[in-house]
């Protein structure tokens, strides 16, 4: 059975297209995070979609790839490293999960993933205004 792409992924696939670069990493998390709840419904309620279940799992992996990808090492310094290392251990839980098909594995990283989409969101916002107030026209950065 094909997994039909929710209405929340097609907004979010047609948002992308618009986004600032501080905006596609919210964005990213909303992948991220809609990707690893339709695992963890389908890990806990439908475990005889072995295929459902990889596919979520892997747009949650490739989400957790595209935040490694946006850090700026130079610019970011330790905390992009430290970020990288939490990506990265997101990443390996997720293939973990996809291997051993425990739901257990999702739920312990989901918490993390909605947190952080939120600490970003607010950093994105603080961000526009500061550039706002300095009276600036918006300059979109590499955050991370």
């Known amino acids: 059975m094909a997994l039909q792409p929710s209405a929340n992924q097609r907004y979010l696939e047609t948002s992308i297209a618009t986004a600032s670069k501080e905006d596609l990493i919210v964005k990213i998390y909303d992948a991220l995070i809609i990707a690893a709840k339709q695992a963890q419904e389908k890990l806990v309620h439908e475990r ?10 892997l747009r949650a992996q490739r989400a957790c790839c595209l935040l490694m990808g946006s850090l700026d090492m130079e610019i970011g310094g330790d905390l992009a490293r430290n970020l990288f290392r939490v990506y990265e251990f997101w990443h390996h839980e997720l ?38 107030e300095a009276g600036g026209a918006p300059h979109y950065a590499n955050v991370g």
Request: aromatic content about 10%; cysteine-free; glycine content about 4%.
């Open 48 to 57: 005889g979609d072995i295929e459902g279940i990889h596919k979520a799992l």
């Open 95 to 132: 293939v973990m999960a996809n291997m051993q098909k425990d739901p257990s594995r999702v739920e312990r990283v989901l918490k993390y993933f909605e947190e952080y989409r939120v600490t970003w969101q607010k950093a994105v916002t603080q961000f526009k205004a500061e550039r706002l």
